[in-house]
């Protein structure tokens, strides 16, 4: 049971939906812990952003594994019918916070829709926005002030850009690109835990430029140009994107490693 449950988590990491029912398939519990960690926790606290996420979880879920907080699972598994049914059967969902472990940008005390940014998982903000969920809800402040933030920071800067379209959707929900916060800490309890001071949707994206943040530098810049033009202000030309310094033609600078 050990084995399958740390090549389990081998599959979390690529989202490979074959596999994860292959291990099941062979015995593997879908309530099983692995390193003090259910598998549906494994799975949601990976890193890993796609559009496979969904019916990896599902299948979980389906198999018998359960969500500490089952309110969140139409969200997550990006069905707009189910998120849909379950706020007409219980409107108070819209106000629904849950608080969760997220590699990147937090979900503490955190509305639905943050969820669905967050995971990338467009459906499900669709629906949430046709639903009447406010666009610029706040999540939880901690005792430091950081927080506060709105679903559209969960989009200006996450794995491989996959919210790219929930950030533009958020835009024209009316969802504001100016608001500042005295913080926010990215990758809360992980090894890239970054404390962020002093960010609006602009600057935290440019925030994914960091090396801990892997970003990619033309994704960032197109994001910023659309928060610069959504918040009214001018878009400069943005010039030497990926910046010819830390990508030299030689592929070496003296003193430095470039950044991936």
């Known amino acids: 049971m050990s084995d399958l449950g740390e090549a389990f ?63 969140i699972a139409a969200v997550l598994l990006d069905d707009p019918d189910a998120v849909a049914a379950a706020v007409r059967a219980e409107p108070s969902l819209l106000r629904h916070r849950t608080t969760m472990v997220s590699a990147f940008t937090p979900l503490t005390g955190a509305p639905l829709l943050h969820v669905a940014a967050e995971y990338g998982n467009l459906r499900a903000a669709r629906a949430l926005l046709e639903l009447g969920a406010d666009p610029d809800a706040t999540a939880a402040v901690d005792a430091h002030g950081f927080g506060g933030h709105t679903p559209i920071f969960h989009t200006v800067n996450l794995n491989a850009n996959r919210s790219d379209p929930l950030m533009c959707l958020l835009i024209d929900a009316g969802a504001r690109t100016d608001i500042r916060l005295p913080g926010i800490t990215w990758g809360q309890g992980f090894e890239w835990e970054t404390a962020c001071f002093d960010v609006t949707p602009i600057s935290y994206a440019q925030l994914g430029l960091l090396r801990q943040f892997q970003r990619t530098e033309r994704d960032i810049y197109a994001n910023i140009r659309k928060l610069l033009a959504a918040a009214g202000r001018p878009v400069p030309a943005i010039e030497n994107v990926p910046n010819r310094y830390l990508y030299p033609a030689d592929g070496a600078r003296a003193g430095m490693t470039p950044v991936p």
């Open 9 to 71: 988590v081998g599959t979390t990491e690529i989202h490979d939906l074959d596999e994860m029912r292959s291990l099941l398939d062979a015995g593997l519990s879908p309530r099983a812990t692995v390193r003090g960690k259910t598998l549906v926790r494994r799975l949601t606290e990976m890193y890993s952003r796609s559009d496979r996420f969904p019916s990896c979880l599902r299948l979980l879920l389906d198999r018998g594994a359960v969500l500490d907080d089952p309110a």
